[in-house]
């Protein structure tokens, strides 16, 4: 028999037994689609949380008060959260060899901003105009940034500018913070998923911010430090060497640090650490679909071969050999298999679509989609050849007798 | 005349537990090319059984068998697949048609293991049915069929790769007397064009067409009879 005489006599029996061929196709196609959407949606987060990192750069060291250590944060105990950061620091980082820029950041969240007698409340943040400009490659939309001591100029997030107010706030239009009056000297460009809130977000000088806080809220202090690096020493080492100076200068020991330092590297890292638990959780769900669905073929292919016993004692009567029946047994496998499996690519594919409208990119690779064809037709083909090359094998006397 | 099957004193026993079924228990026949036999008896006198191992569907417990001078009982697997294929053409009491296949396919369904190509096969299954009086009926599904249609779909199947010998075990028995008269119309017109027959039956009306009958009883010939030509 060749292989157009196998395909075509498969096709004609699976038509015959429609119902129950695609009830066996429907278990592989359950068990492709969610295998490929698990792993595809994996992907997206990674990918998406990879492209906000890679936003930022890779030339700054981060520092925040307190010790709060992601990585440590599935170990017993409450996290330390006190100590503060002050100006001093600032210039203490500052004088570290490698540090070119230094942004004393003053976060003032849910301050109410208005507009034509429209109040709304956001994120106000005090920087360092010329550390945090080189900090924020997103760029802005239109305008321009605000210089060093700007006391009367801000830059505010893609949101702000098009959905806070009823208007769009426009480059020259006047925002009133609490009482004080600004000028929108620029717009910036939208950061997208991921942005830490800088699309929602108005940006001025530290102490313009300052002044808009008031008494409430301590002169020497600073809400976190940015500090840029020339890039020549690698982060690891920088963030150790900002570590050391801060450690004198708070005097506390290693491993009682009052304050958390992090690179763009560090917080990979750790993202890494949580989006790996992720793909190994949404894996193992996909996994055990991908089991279920494995089982129900096998059980799909042995109820087949068991229902058609007559059938093959029939064509070992009329002159097919073992291995004709079995290569019949196995086309059939291959062919529910191989339907299956691109319906169930089909299907995941269109669910990644969705997935994407709700905000994270997930797609399924080509890679993906190829290794979940090979496995739906292997595992289709593996599971009907026991059970087929046992039939085969039975006499055909033996096999037109089965009831 | 030449031979063209022969069994030497062929055996199958069965093991029941402790006890032995002599379904054959020394069989002995010659078949000449161009014969009628029918083979009768009580059941369970092991007709099929004898049937079975002359269609290579089963194997004796020992004895010899000759096909066409060939001695097939060392034949391997694969060679017996082949012969079954091609030098016995066998037609079972319940038709035993592929039921997913139409009548056409299923007539063609040996030549395809024997590796003719389509267009051959097509116009062959086609020739075929029309030889046993089905030619409007090429398209239909074997459940679309009465008994008797579906016996003549089962020996046109028979006769697909032309074969030495045509074995039928009780073909009419499925069947309306009617129909059943008419089947051994078709076996005996088949057999006036030079097909050898053996055919397994309890119908009476069989003995008055074939020239030769062999009665069986507990796994043993036990009488033949020899008509006179007329
Ligand atoms: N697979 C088998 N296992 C055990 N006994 C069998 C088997 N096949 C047939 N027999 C026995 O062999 C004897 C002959 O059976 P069979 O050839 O079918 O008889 P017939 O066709 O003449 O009615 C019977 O006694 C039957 O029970
Ligand atoms: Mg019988």
Redesign the pocket.
């Given at each position: 028999m060749n292989n157009k005489d196998l395909i075509a006599y498969t096709i004609k029996g699976m038509k015959h037994r429609q119902l129950r061929s695609w009830l066996t196709i429907l278990g592989i196609v359950i068990g492709i689609a969610s295998v490929v959407i698990m792993i595809s949606l994996a992907q997206g987060i990674q990918g998406d949380i990879q492209a906000s990192l890679d936003k930022l750069g890779s030339n700054y060291v981060a520092i925040a008060p307190g010790s709060l250590n992601i990585g440590s944060a599935f170990q017993f105990g409450p996290p330390k959260l006190k100590g503060i950061l002050t100006v001093r620091d600032a210039e203490a980082i500052a004088r570290v060899e490698g540090v070119t820029d230094v942004s004393k950041n003053i976060v003032l969240s849910f301050t109410p901003v208005e507009y034509k007698k429209e109040v709304v409340n956001t994120n106000v943040i005090g920087v360092t105009p010329s550390a945090y400009k080189k900090f924020l490659t997103i760029g802005l939309e239109k305008g321009r940034f605000i210089e060093d001591g700007d006391a009367s100029g801000i830059v505010i997030g893609h949101n702000i500018a098009t959905d806070l107010f009823d208007e769009e706030i426009k480059v020259g239009t006047p925002l009133t913070i609490k009482d004080k009056t600004f000028r929108v000297t620029g717009v910036l460009n939208s950061f997208g998923q991921g942005g830490n809130n800088v699309d929602d977000s108005i940006f001025l000088d530290e102490r313009a911010a300052r002044l808009i806080a008031g008494d409430s809220f301590d002169k020497n202090r600073v809400s976190s430090i940015l500090a840029l690096t020339d890039g020549k020493t690698p982060p690891s080492e920088m963030s150790e060497k900002i570590s050391d100076r801060l450690r004198s200068l708070h005097k506390v020991k290693k491993g009682d640090e009052d304050f958390t330092v992090l690179t763009a590297e560090s917080i990979a890292q750790q993202v890494g650490q949580i989006t790996g638990l992720l793909t190994l959780f949404l894996g193992g769900v996909a996994a055990i679909s991908l089991l279920v669905g494995g089982v129900g073929i096998a059980n799909s292919m042995f109820t087949n071969v068991l229902e058609r016993t007559r059938e093959i004692g029939i064509l070992k009567a009329i002159g097919a050999s073992n291995k004709e029946v079995l290569q019949l047994f196995l086309t059939e496998a291959g062919i529910i298999g191989l339907i299956g499996g691109l319906i169930g690519i089909f299907l995941a594919v269109l669910a990644s679509f969705a997935i994407s409208a709700f905000g994270v990119s997930s797609g399924v690779s080509i890679g993906v989609a190829l290794f979940a064809l090979i496995f739906s037709i292997g595992i289709g083909m593996l599971s009907g050849y026991y059970p087929a090359r046992n039939a085969a094998r039975m006499p055909p006397?033996?096999a037109l007798?089965y009831e | 005349m030449k031979e063209v099957l022969k069994l030497e004193d062929v055996k199958?026993h069965?093991l029941?537990g402790d006890s032995t079924?002599?379904?054959?228990d020394g069989v002995d026949l010659s078949v000449n090319e161009g014969e009628f036999v029918a083979i009768m008896?009580?059941?369970?006198?092991?007709?099929?059984?004898?049937?079975?191992i002359l269609g290579l569907l089963d194997s004796p417990t020992s004895g010899r068998m000759i096909i066409r001078g060939k001695q097939v009982s060392h034949a391997s697997e694969d060679e017996l697949a082949r012969l079954r294929g091609k030098e016995i053409g066998f037609i079972f009491q319940s038709f035993f048609l592929v039921p997913t296949l139409s009548t056409t396919d299923n007539v063609a369904l040996p030549m395809m293991l024997y590796g003719v190509s389509e267009k051959e096969r097509r116009t062959r299954a086609k020739k075929l049915l029309e030889q046993v009086g089905l030619g409007d009926r090429a398209d239909h599904m074997p459940s679309e069929l009465s008994g008797g249609q579906r016996q003549r779909v089962a020996i046109a199947r028979a006769l697909a790769n032309d074969p030495a010998i045509l074995l039928a075990?009780?073909p009419t028995g499925n069947l309306d007397s009617k129909s059943g008269a008419e089947i051994l119309k078709l076996f005996k017109k088949l057999n006036d064009e030079g097909i050898t027959i053996i055919i397994?039956t309890h119908d009476p009306g069989v003995a008055s067409i074939v020239k030769r009958t062999i009665h069986?009883k507990d796994?043993v010939v036990e009488k033949e009879e020899r008509r006179k030509k007329e």
């Open positions: 006397i033996q007798r | 199958k069965y029941m079924v002599k379904a054959l008896g009580p059941s369970g006198s092991g007709k099929s059984t004898m049937l079975s075990d009780e397994v069986l796994g």
